[in-house]
T-cell receptor, first 117, second 114 residues
Framework: AQKITQTQPGMFVQEKEAVTLDCTYD???????LFWYKQPSSGEMIFLIY??????QNATEGRYSLNFQKARKSANLVISASQLGDSAMYFC??????????????FGKGTKLSVIP | DVKVTQSSRYLVKRTGEKVFLECVQD?????MFWYRQDPGLGLRLIYF???????EKGDIPEGYSVSREKKERFSLILESASTNQTSMYLC?????????????FGPGTRLLVL
């Protein structure tokens, strides 16, 4: 079974500074994928970034980067130059196989990020 | 851009009513998912479908059923709504090919059962 742990229920960051959101995972599957989603107060889940377990490089997407440390089973999200619009819930998720062999995502409980002007 | 739409943003129903939540995606995705989201619990998978008329139970299927008669549409059904089904319901879809399996979400439906 897959498990995702986000240990920070809430975080504050000053505008324009960088922030790291923690995510650790557990799986016995050698092939997996890790995702980060953002959920603003409006409720919609927005896909941010993806890292495959065999990817050699850490994933980056604009101001988002994923600090992937396979041996430590961690996949932390780094947001550079924080903006007020980054205030939201952030969810880490991992792709795994269901009992029937199809793929599904397991989500962490989320971290609420607040950006302070 | 992937577009996933849900029939209602807000819904108020009475205990015992039959409730239908509809989800439509326009990107010819194979997989579709229904989650519920509750404070402190994150997202929990209710059901998913990997093809028309095919479905698989997620982590919390009790009290729910689903229907997928057409590829683009996935319905979540609460046969007899109860107050503990008050929640935010999120629909998602993914391409279905092996690979990233990125899921794209709809705007969510906030359901209140009185």
């Amino acid at each position: 079974a897959q498990k995702i742990t986000q240990t920070q229920p809430g975080m504050f960051v000053q505008e324009k500074e960088a922030v790291t959101l923690d995510c650790t995972y557990d799986t016995s599957d050698p092939s997996y994928g890790l995702f980060w989603y953002k959920q603003p107060s409006s409720g919609e889940m927005i896909f941010l970034i993806y890292q495959g377990s065999y990817d050699q490089q850490n994933a980056t997407e604009g101001r988002y980067s994923l600090n992937f440390q396979k041996a430590r089973k961690s996949a932390n999200l780094v947001i550079s130059a924080s903006q007020l619009g980054d205030s939201a819930m952030y969810f880490c998720a991992m792709r795994g196989r269901s009992g029937a062999g199809s793929y599904q995502l397991t989500f962490g409980k989320g971290t609420k990020l607040s950006v302070i002007p | 851009d992937v577009k996933v739409t849900q029939s209602s943003r807000y819904l108020v129903k009475r205990t015992g009513e039959k409730v239908f939540l509809e989800c439509v995606q326009d990107m010819d995705h194979e997989n579709m998912f229904w989650y519920r989201q509750d404070p402190g619990l994150g997202l929990r998978l209710i059901y998913f479908s990997y093809d028309v008329k095919m479905k698989e139970k997620g982590d919390i299927p009790e009290g729910y059923s689903v229907s997928r008669e057409k590829k683009e549409r996935f319905s979540l059904i609460l046969e007899s709504a109860s107050t503990n089904q008050t929640s935010m319901y999120l629909c998602a879809s993914s391409l279905g090919a092996q690979g990233s399996e990125t899921q794209y979400f709809g705007p969510g439906t906030r359901l209140l059962v009185l």
